[in-house]
């Protein structure tokens, strides 16, 4: 798991620093006069220190920004055979403009609210989070998905928004293209 081992990670990492804490709390009650040398030294490992940041910094931000669960944004979209859901997220409902789509191409959700934020979450049949974005009244986000798998998802509120907030539920059908 990913997750475990970020942990590991972090936690060693954690460690790591508290160690230099302790170090540097042990050793700040001897008194030395000449500074000069340790200043050296510091300036040294600063510039080691600044290095060895951007020699794993760098790849790991490129390596990761290729790894964005984003699809493609291609600027004004919407032709070339994308299905498009309008959903407006009411207090407590959804209105889908259609609730059935093919697998294996791209749908488009244009997601806005009538009333208060609400959040569009689609999960699948064992009830796994497939894709999500916010309903946001006064603005249109737009979601891109494309559903490997035929079946009935379900779309349910993901922000609290009120009394009946917990009954906001309805279906998309995915079927055969
Ligand atoms: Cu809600």
């Not at 994308?82 to 959804?94: K, N, S």
């Not at 998802?153 to 917990?166: A, K, N, P, Q």
Request: proline residues 3%; glycine residues 8%.
């Amino acid at each position: 798991m990913i997750q475990e081992k970020v942990w590991l990670i972090s936690v060693t990492l954690m460690g790591l620093l508290a160690a230099v804490f302790v170090f540097v709390h042990a050793r700040s009650h001897r008194r030395e006069n000449d500074y000069a040398p340790l200043q050296k030294r510091a300036y040294r490992l600063r510039a080691v220190f600044f290095w060895a940041l951007v020699l794993t910094l760098g790849p790991a931000t490129v390596y990761t920004l290729a790894d964005l669960p984003y699809g493609s944004a291609r600027a004004g979209s919407s032709a070339g055979g994308v299905q498009v859901i309008e959903a407006v997220g009411h207090q407590w409902r959804w209105d889908l403009s259609r609730t059935e789509v093919k697998a294996g191409e791209p749908v488009e959700f244009l997601v806005t609210s009538a009333d208060v934020n609400h959040g569009f979450g689609i999960y699948d049949a064992d009830l796994r989070l497939v894709a999500q974005t916010q309903a946001m009244p006064g603005y249109t986000n737009r979601l891109r998905h494309t559903f490997a798998a035929e079946g009935t998802y379900r779309v349910l509120c993901m922000e609290y928004c009120g009394l009946v907030h917990h009954n906001m539920i309805t279906e998309i059908k995915v079927v055969k293209p």
